[in-house]
């Protein structure tokens, strides 16, 4: 998943998935004193990424597996 801090509310993730792997789904993770969910999904060829913050949508967004995404929490 690669996920990298850079800053007090931000981090780099690098989205990807196994081949075997359709979805992947990560849930009340303590990042930067909130509670975030990831939630990643396989489609057409790129990964939709979904964060949410507080049950909040902060990033949603089709990208290519493997390439590193700045995420802002709220």
Known sequence: LGIEPTGMNSFLMTPTLPDDWDFLTLENLALFGKNTDIFLKRIDGKIAVR?????????????????SILIKLE
């Open 51 to 67: 964060v949410s913050d507080n049950d909040k949508v902060v990033f949603q967004k089709r990208v290519i597996p493997g390439k």
